[in-house]
């Protein structure tokens, strides 16, 4: 069902054509796989094969590095439709968005040639390990270290709630570099001790490296398809050449440069919350809709009751709302001018408000709603760590106030 939505002022002809095809293939080839993705509790490697092939993967990437040559615009386009679809197991937008860049705006050239190009194709699945047990929003405090032994560092700590982590054979790992030979981390050292180390987990014959270990796949209340899990290191031999932000230094000498490249990189990552949040408001209103037209209750249709349209034309509102922010943040980001606290307010009060617009359409569903058969229910356990991941919106509000 269309929902009479104000066009997005940052889509163009090209991101709708993409926009149609995405809908299409997420239609066609994945929803009818999810349900078996679910009960594994993660989608397999050949699905990211079958996502490169079909351009879904760094469409925003430069053809130059095997790209799609688009920009944001065309990843957005993509994490919209896949939220519509409630295909919540795909972690595309982690790899093609936020892992990419990072390569694309502090790699080499070498570097950006020997793994973006098999990105996009789905050879190389990518993850970003920030989190620890101890350490979540409070990345200068990683405890994750990496001491230097000849032309390699020797990488040790653990990581939690990776995203893509079981799939993952491409890990850019957070973690301290300013550490002395016995492992000791300076801690005077602050933020300007983080560096960002990318991390070839496995071996050609897919076999993972020495030291290095994936734990259990996390079981999470929501997002039951999407692989997110616990990653040991211990004295893993990463080349000192695998240093991110060592473009004009050499080997090892652009240490200290992570902190600063996180919180560059992490409006983007902020943004693409919200967009998936409002994606996925828009399929739950569509749903409910759609429901509450057919299904009957003392005689006649659950929309003919005037508090249905009540609460649903409040839903439209809100989601206008929310498109519209959105929107605006879009527009200044695809003009390189979104700035840190604009991007931790539409993180949070975007996904606020779906928590809540979810729960609203659940409701309209009645006991049917609380079932797993129905998209609402997935959409619903889904929404819940938007509020969490990319910085808790505790931590947002507390990061746009600053700028108050």
């Known amino acids: 069902m269309s929902l009479p939505l104000f066009p997005s002022p940052w889509i163009t002809d090209e991101h709708r054509m993409l926009q149609d095809a995405v809908a299409r293939f997420f239609k066609e080839r994945w929803v009818p796989r999810c349900a078996e993705w679910r009960e594994a509790g993660m989608m397999g490697r050949d699905t990211w094969r079958e996502a490169g092939a079909n351009g879904l993967l760094c469409a925003g990437m430069p053809e130059a590095w095997g790209g799609g040559g688009g920009d944001f615009g ?19 937008g982690l790899h093609s968005a936020i892992v990419a860049p990072y390569i694309l705006h502090y790699g080499t050239d070498a570097q950006k040639a020997r793994w973006l190009p098999r990105m996009a194709s789905g050879e ?24 230097r032994d000849g032309d390699h560092y020797l990488l040790s700590g653990q990581k939690v709630f990776i995203t893509n982590g079981q799939n993952a054979n491409l890990v850019v790992v957070v973690c301290k570099t300013a550490v002395d030979e016995e492992g000791n981390v300076d801690r005077g050292a602050g933020a300007k001790g983080i560096s960002l180390l990318v991390v070839e987990v496995e071996h050609e014959d897919g076999t993972l490296v020495p030291g290095y270990r994936r734990g259990r796949n996390l079981d ?35 240490e200290g440069q992570g902190f600063v490249q996180l919180m560059q990189e992490l409006p983007q990552e902020r943004l693409i919350i919200a967009v998936t949040g409002v994606g996925a ?29 009540f609460k649903l034309a409040e839903v439209q509102s809100q989601l206008l709302a929310a498109r519209a922010f959105v929107d605006v943040c879009m527009v200044a980001h695809l ?68 700028f108050m």
Not at 125 to 130: F, K, P, S
Not at 234 to 254: M, S
Not at 284 to 294: I, P, Q, S, V
Request: proline residues 3%; contains cysteine; hydrophobic residues 40%.
């Open 335 to 402: 003009k390189g001018e979104l700035d840190a606290a604009r991007a931790a307010l539409a993180k949070a009060w975007v996904s606020d408000l779906q928590c809540k617009v979810v729960d609203e359409c659940l409701q309209l569903f009645g006991g049917y709603g609380y079932m797993m058969e129905y998209p609402i229910a997935e959409l619903y356990a889904d929404a819940r760590v938007q509020r969490i991941y990319g910085g808790t919106n505790e931590i947002m509000k507390e990061l746009a106030s600053r």
């Open 74 to 92: 065309h990843e957005a386009v993509i994490l919209l439709e896949q939220a519509k679809a409630a295909i919540g197991g795909f972690g595309g």
């Open 220 to 254: 999470k209340i929501g997002m039951k398809a999407q692989d997110t899990s616990e990653l040991f290191f211990d004295e893993v031999r990463v080349p000192l050449d695998n240093l991110l932000g060592g473009a004009q230094a050499a080997p090892g000498e652009g």
């Open 281 to 309: 408001m828009e399929r739950a209103l569509a749903d409910t809709l759609a429901y509450t037209k057919e299904r009957k209750a003392f005689g006649k249709p659950v929309w003919s009751f005037q508090n249905t349209r």
């Open 124 to 147: 190389l699945v990518g993850a970003i390990a920030m989190t620890e047990p101890g350490t979540g929003s409070d990345l200068q405090n990683v405890r994750t270290v990496a001491r």
